[in-house]
Nanobody
């Protein structure tokens, strides 16, 4: 059974950096586009960034563009989210997800990792 496991969250100060990792089990990781989402307390889950199967195409939410970078290492079955210049409004639980190639919906989610940015 394929699973996604996020790691790398923590408590940092505004302006600091963090790198999140999402490790996937299974042999077909490289076939899928992947995405990062986040959910802040009392808010709906929102899209953060996505990356296509080979890393050649990325998309970012306007709120993180220029500060966050999504990347992947298919040899390690891992997708990353490098977060720089963190702001208190980046505080949320961050989730990685796999996008179904046919429906283009995100159909597999990790358990999430907490990122807290203090001012």
């Amino acid at each position: 059974q394929v699973q996604l496991v996020e790691s790398g969250g923590g408590l940092v100060q505004a302006g600091d950096s963090l790198r999140l990792s999402c490790a996937a089990s299974g042999r077909t990781f490289s076939s899928y586009a992947m995405g990062w989402f986040r959910q802040a307390p009392g808010k709906e889950r929102e899209f953060v960034a996505s990356i296509n199967w080979n890393g050649g195409s990325t998309v970012y939410a306007d709120s993180v563009k220029g500060r966050f970078t999504i990347s992947r290492d298919n040899a390690k079955n891992t997708v990353y989210l490098q977060m720089n210049s963190l702001k208190p409004e980046d505080t949320a639980v961050y989730y990685c997800a796999r996008r179904n190639a046919i429906t283009r919906e995100y159909d597999l989610w990790g358990q999430g990792t907490q990122v807290t940015v203090s001012s």
